[in-house]
C-alpha cells in the first residue's frame, strides 16, 4: 500500500522522506529507532528546512545545537577521527530519539531538537557541552566550539539560524589538558 502525504505539490519531499528513511529502516545506516543514526550533511539539512517549513506552518518550536571539534594538536589523523567517533557516540546516546544528529562538516556536529523552546535548548546545550568538557579523550588537547539557537525566537530562517548559531560559540579545553 501506498500511502501518500502531500508535503508539497509535486511530491519532491515525500519522495525523498521515503527514500532517507527506507535506508535507514533497511540496515543502510543505521537503525533510527535505536537512536544510533547520525545523517550527512546534505540529508540533515534537508531535514532542518523540512522542520523549518513545518514549524512555520504549524507554530513549533524547535533547537539547533553545534559542537565543532578542533583536535588539531591530536596525535595522529587517527586519532582526530577517533575524538570525533568519540563524540558523535557521547552526544547520539544522551539525546532523545527523536533528535536528529548529524555530521555537517568533517568537524562538526549538529542536533536538531523538535518541540524543544529556547530555555530547553538551552538547558540540552550547557548538559551536553558539559558532558563532553568532563569526557577523557586520552592525551589528546581537544577544543570544542559549539553554540545554540531556537526557532522562532533566534532565527525564522536557515540563514538567520545557522548565523545564530556562529554569534553563540564558547570555546573551551577538553582532555588531557583540562
Known amino acids: 500500500m501506498n500511502r501518500q502525504v502531500d508535503t508539497n505539490r509535486d511530491g519532491r519531499d515525500e519522495r525523498w522522506v521515503e527514500s532517507v ?5 533497511n540496515g543502510g545506516g543505521g537503525n533510527m529507532f535505536s537512536g544510533d543514526h547520525v545523517f550527512m550533511r546534505d540529508d540533515f539539512f534537508r531535514l532542518l528546512d ?20 578542533d583536535d588539531r594538536r591530536s596525535k595522529g589523523t587517527r586519532s582526530q577521527g577517533r575524538n570525533l567517533k ?3 557516540k557521547l552526544l547520539r546516546e544522551e539525546v532523545r530519539e527523536t533528535d536528529v544528529v548529524g555530521q555537517t562538516k568533517k568537524n562538526e556536529i549538529m542536533i536538531l ?14 548538559r551536553l557541552s558539559s558532558l563532553i568538557r568532563d569526557f577523557h579523550f ?3 588537547e581537544l577544543k570544542i566550539h559549539s553554540g545554540f539557537a531556537c526557532f522562532p525566537t533566534e532565527g525564522i530562517d536557515m540563514t538567520e539560524i545557522l548565523n545564530k548559531l556562529a554569534t553563540h560559540e564558547i570555546n573551551g579545553s577538553v582532555g588531557g589538558t583540562n
Open 50 to 69: 523540512l522542520e523549518i517549513k513545518r514549524a512555520r506552518r504549524y507554530q513549533n518550536l524547535f533547537g539547533v545545537l553545534k559542537f565543532e571539534l
Open 21 to 25: 528513511f527506507g535506508r535507514i529502516w
Open 86 to 88: 568519540s563524540v558523535l
Open 138 to 140: 586520552g592525551d589528546d
Open 113 to 126: 531538537l523538535p518541540y524543544c523552546d529556547s530555555p530547553g535548548s538551552e538547558i540540552v546545550y550547557a
